[in-house]
């Protein structure tokens, strides 16, 4: 059974710039959690979906940034405009149901210089 | 003040050494508390998973909880080289779903 996948593993964007990543879940897994690690501090939560609807997200830092699950499948998280700050691991998990064991991806590295 | 506090290490010990790892917590709200171990470029997996005070005990693993001191700990007894990861301690609310605080990690090495 595959993972979760995320991509890309790791960009390189200018701040101001747009990125989108991208997370795809374990199948048949309603769950989806989007994580942050900024460096030097710990993982952090920033969203969480059930299917395709945001279940919570008060976790997400502004509004520079924008998640989506359309289909309840996939989910992208956009960030624009990128600024300095924004650098650092983020994180995808899917579980089965909501009182499951996450399953974590191995993350995409965002760089914005 | 974090709401999950570890010591970030790095922490060396050689093989077969019995290793204890601690974190504490500031949330008197926390029920599930859980340990991740991570690897270099890989996401946390989970290793052991409590429900409130007590021991669970895993193969070589073994998590404890104190509650009434707000205390998290992990023991590995006979350490070997492919342990050597960062091991994460966190914590979720009852109810609801899992949204996890996590600690900051410990780096641990195990020198064969």
């Known amino acids: 059974e595959a993972g979760v996948t995320q991509f890309p593993s790791h960009s390189v964007i200018e701040k101001g710039q747009t990125v989108t990543l991208r997370c795809d879940p374990i199948s048949g897994h309603d769950n989806l959690y989007w994580y942050r690690r900024v460096m030097g501090k710990e993982i952090k939560f920033l969203l969480h979906?059930?299917?395709?609807?945001?279940?919570?997200e008060s976790g997400m830092p502004n509004n520079r940034f924008l998640a989506e699950r359309t289909g309840g499948t996939y989910s992208t998280l956009k960030v624009q405009p990128a600024e300095l700050e924004d650098s650092g691991v983020y994180f995808c998990?899917?579980?089965?149901?909501?009182?499951?064991?996450?399953?974590f991806g191995p993350g995409t590295r965002l760089t914005v210089t | 003040q974090k709401e999950v506090e570890q010591d970030p290490g790095p922490l060396s010990v050689p093989e077969g050494a019995i290793v204890s790892l601690n974190c504490t917590y500031s949330n008197s709200a926390f029920q599930y508390f859980m340990w991740y171990r991570q690897y270099s470029r890989k996401g946390p997996e989970l290793l052991m998973y409590t429900y409130s005070s007590g021991n669970k005990e895993d193969g070589r693993f073994t998590a404890q909880v104190d509650k009434s001191s707000k205390y998290i700990s992990l023991f590995i007894r006979d350490s070997q080289p492919s342990d050597s990861a960062t091991y994460l301690c966190?914590?979720?609310?009852?109810?609801?779903?899992?949204?996890?605080?996590f600690g900051t990690g410990t780096k641990l090495q195990v020198i064969p």
């Open positions: 998990a899917s579980s089965l149901g909501s009182f499951d064991e996450q399953y």
């Open positions: 979906f059930v299917k395709e609807s945001k279940q919570d």
């Open positions: 966190a914590s979720h609310y009852s109810g609801g779903y899992q949204k996890v605080t």
